[in-house]
């Protein structure tokens, strides 16, 4: 219950210019009723075509994960008797028909086209985006098997997957932003790798706060990939890195990359790859 909290707008209520709730006509509150599929039109005016790609992936894989719990009611306004348009849910409305489901339940305002093309275009251009941080932690806390490997696997190596851009300069030790990236690391590597190559950031010098980089990472994966023999012994490995000056050699492999025109993290894996040969073999 600790992780459970109110909902409240009162921080946000001195910036609201003066609005108060008797500002609110609640005449015409929206009704909700659940609709027939068949009653339901699209109005190309201001609606995008269910064409392409990506618009077709998104409904099939509504269709394919269908779930009562993630279906938001659909947005529409009375066109004539028994007829509706669809101001927001096209897409899932159209995976629901996909699975062969006949009514969805229906936000219902009273809306012109005028008013239904704003309406649209509020709902659509004013969401609230979602990081691929705060993805992960829902992803997490859903018990997604990928997610929870990764969650696992950074909390090994002392890493924590932020919930929120942070600035580096405020970041603590294994604090990152790239969710995206190490799940790639852990999907291409695998955990062992993974892990070894955090440790080396977050259990080196003073733990690196701001340093979990996703070229770094990066980097640091693919050369221990290369050389398994490197983190076969992991407390070996972290003592060699102890004296590679993240620092210096990120500068050092930025310039190279752009001089040499590649990637930052492949100008760190030869530095790093220098590094750990001249360390293990003295």
């Known amino acids: ?20 709730l008797s500002d609110i006509d609640a005449s015409k509150k929206p009704r909700l ?28 894989d509504i269709a394919a994960e269908f779930d009562w719990s993630k279906f938001a009611p659909v947005v529409v306004a009375e066109i004539e008797d028994g007829i509706y348009s669809i101001i927001d849910g096209q897409h899932r ?6 699975r062969g489901i006949r009514d969805v339940p229906c936000l219902i ?24 941080m705060q993805l992960h ?3 997490v806390a859903a018990g997604e098997p990928e997610a929870v490997a990764l969650h696992d696997a950074c909390g ?13 300069n405020l970041m603590q030790v294994g604090d990152t932003l ?35 980089r996703a070229p770094l990472v990066e980097a640091l994966c693919a050369t221990l ?34 001089k040499d025109g590649v990637g930052t993290s492949a100008a760190l894996i030869e530095l790093i790859s220098n590094h750990l040969e001249k360390a293990f073999a003295a």
Not at 93 to 98: E, F, K, P, V
Not at 115 to 126: C, D, L, R, T, V
Not at 156 to 168: D, F, L, M, N
Not at 182 to 211: F, M, P
């Open 156 to 168: 090994e190596a002392g890493v924590t997957i932020c919930r929120y851009p942070v600035a580096s």
């Open 1 to 20: 219950m600790s992780e459970l909290f109110r909902i409240s707008g009162a921080a946000l209520r001195p910036r609201l210019d003066g609005r108060v």
């Open 178 to 212: 790239a969710a995206v990236k190490l799940a790639r690391q852990l999907a291409r590597y695998g955990r062992e790798t993974l892990v070894s190559a955090l440790s080396c950031i977050t259990k080196t010098g003073d733990g690196n706060a701001g340093w979990v």
């Open 137 to 139: 932690a829902a992803r």
């Open 93 to 98: 409305t159209t995976a629901a028909a996909l």
């Open 225 to 258: 990939d290369a050389e398994p023999s490197w983190h076969a012994d992991r407390a070996a490995l972290v003592e060699a890195m102890q004296t590679f000056d993240l620092v210096s050699n990120w500068t050092a492999a930025r310039h190279a990359a752009l």
């Open 109 to 132: 305002t009273d809306a012109d086209v005028a008013a239904q093309a704003s309406a649209f275009a509020a709902i659509n251009g004013k969401v609230t985006a979602i990081s691929t």
């Open 33 to 60: 009723h659940w609709i027939a599929i068949a009653s339901l039109r699209i109005d190309h005016r201001y609606q995008r075509k269910i064409v392409g790609k990506a618009s077709e992936k998104n409904v099939i």
